[in-house]
């Protein structure tokens, strides 16, 4: 009775064995596949922005819908870091009697995206030389392999793990 009850669980544990250990190493490689692709896409579409000096709606459908392809969903964070067009007059009035370099302000992802999503389809969120654009990218949704890394380690991992995060600095004034 204790041999035949070893043999079940040896069965099983073979069993478990062939099936989850090449479903985790499967799952791993899908998720660092779709971590290299949210990479080349997040910096091609940063590189765009900075050469045309201006985000563009048809550049971030695009760009939104290239993400998703990769079957995982979402959190996209763009900060587009202004120079200040008369620093020294701003920081008089800030700071009497100091004398500043480049003064910037920032502008987030709930400003952009107002600009350019517009019902006609032409919105552009238009950029001048020198400014810093920051696009950051990180899945929302829990991926098979940390479903799975979860399971057999139970540890919670982080909260995303494909992402990505590019900045560029805008080399063309953006049509004026």
């Known amino acids: 009775m204790g041999d035949s009850l070893i043999v079940v669980f040896a069965i ?3 069993v478990a064995l062939m099936v989850i250990y090449p479903l985790l190493v499967l799952s791993e490689n899908n ?3 779709s971590q290299l692709a ?4 997040t910096s091609e579409f940063v590189e765009r922005v900075t050469t045309l000096g201006e985000i563009r709606e048809t550049d971030f459908d ?3 819908q290239r993400l998703y392809a990769t079957g995982n969903t979402f959190d996209v964070r763009i900060e587009v870091s202004h120079l200040d067009e008369n620093p020294s007059r701003r920081a008089v009035i800030m700071n009497p009697g100091q004398t500043t370099g480049n003064v910037s302000f920032s502008v987030f992802t709930s400003s952009i995206l107002p600009h350019i999503q517009t019902e006609g389809g032409n ?3 238009l950029l001048k030389r020198g400014d810093t654009v920051i696009v950051t990218v990180r899945n929302t949704n829990r991926t098979i392999a940390q479903l799975l890394r979860d399971f057999l380690y139970s540890v919670t991992g ?3 793990q494909v992402g990505a995060s590019f900045s560029g600095t805008v080399v063309n004034n953006g049509r004026l």
């Open 12 to 14: 099983f544990l073979a």
């Open 31 to 33: 998720e660092s596949i």
């Open 38 to 41: 949210v990479q080349t896409i």
């Open 62 to 64: 695009i760009f939104i």
């Open 123 to 125: 919105g552009t969120y």
């Open 158 to 160: 982080a909260d995303y």
